[in-house]
């Protein structure tokens, strides 16, 4: 029997940061070692260049940074494929095949695009690439088949994009080719997307909050202490709000199950007044050594050999190929254009 195939991937822009893992990667690796699926996990560098086309060193470089991030956090290259979206020509072929099924008024009313649009300030000179790059992103899903695809749920309106392409293609050329995928979200909300450690709504490099994978121990420690917590808590004797507080917001995300009734005492402990933030920070530090030392030590291990790295990925490139490769041949012949064949 066929396992269902799972497809995801990030945009290498730089180091992958606790963001990352907690919305998408922790579920990359469950399901990687539930074995019950076919998982592929691409480099979307033909994305990134939609908005860093005049600076592609930084796409060259995070190739391998987030590849290690990948390795660090768990993903297995015996379990998973691994691969570079640029070294598959296939899906920009059915990229171009599926624009022609798109008006240019939806994709401008893709949620997700306009808000992105409006978080880059790009005004009247919206790159062509970045406004299709839902297409793009259907055609990601679509060349592997995938049933299902783990995202954050900012990214929901991607996938029923994706979803409607697919109905229109199978219509338009009275074939079932192509898979209609179904989004996989987090299960926990307060994970689905990480504020940054300054309260933004976004985690970003950009806007120098986050927390990265590669961070060494003393790194962690200054940014833990540096959170946003509540302004107006200024005395330790001070009542204070836990809402909008990242501390506890964290807490909530990271603590683990049996630690729910020691951070619920202390979310009431802080509101009544008297638990200061240094405390709060310190448990909150001790919470993410836990779940980020192991991964910082094999990142570096990993880190040593960048060739194992890269062949990682040419040989994961080669087997995405070949799964890319048939189903345009597909594709091409529904539409009836596979003309030598």
Do not use: W
């Not at 695009?113 to 300030?121: F, L, T």
């Amino acid at each position: 029997m066929t396992k269902p195939i799972i497809l995801t991937g990030d945009r290498p822009t730089g180091k992958l940061h606790i963001g990352h893992y907690v919305g998408s990667l922790c579920n990359r690796v469950l399901l990687q070692n539930e074995g019950k699926h076919e998982l592929f996990v691409f480099l979307a560098d033909q994305q990134a260049l939609t908005d860093h086309a005049k600076d592609p060193q930084t796409i060259v470089e995070s190739i391998g940074n987030v590849t290690l991030d990948y390795l660090a956090a768990g993903l297995d290259p015996e379990k998973v494929t691994i691969f570079i979206q640029s070294q598959i020509p296939e899906l920009s072929e059915l990229s171009m095949y599926y624009m022609n099924l798109v008006s240019l008024g939806r994709l401008e009313r893709n949620p997700t695009v306009k808000a992105e649009i409006s978080q880059k300030g790009f005004g009247e000179s919206i790159p062509t690439g970045f406004l299709v790059y839902p297409i793009s992103q259907a055609a990601d899903i679509t060349a592997f088949k995938a049933n299902y695809v783990p995202v954050g749920n900012d990214q929901k309106p991607m996938i029923e994009q994706t979803r409607e392409i697919v109905r229109s293609f199978n219509h338009t050329y009275s074939t079932d080719v192509l898979v209609e995928p179904e989004g996989i979200y987090p299960e926990n909300e307060a994970a689905g997307r990480l504020p940054g450690l300054d309260g933004n709504a976004k985690m970003s490099k950009s806007l120098n909050n986050g927390i990265y994978l590669a961070d060494d121990a003393d790194t962690l420690r200054k940014k833990v202490m540096s959170m946003y917590t509540d302004p107006n808590h200024i005395r330790v004797e001070d009542p204070g709000q836990i809402e909008g507080n990242m501390v506890f917001h964290y807490l909530d995300v990271f603590g683990r199950p049996e630690e729910a009734a020691e951070i619920a005492e202390m979310k009431e402990h802080y509101q009544r007044g008297g638990l200061g933030d240094v405390k709060t920070k310190r448990y909150l530090l001790e919470i993410l050594e836990r779940e980020l030392g192991p991964i910082r030590e094999r990142r570096l291990e990993f880190a040593k050999d960048m060739g194992e790295v890269y062949r990682i990925l040419q040989e994961g490139s080669e087997r995405a190929r070949e799964v890319a490769s048939q189903t345009l041949s597909e594709v091409k012949s529904a539409m009836g254009i596979n003309y030598f064949k």
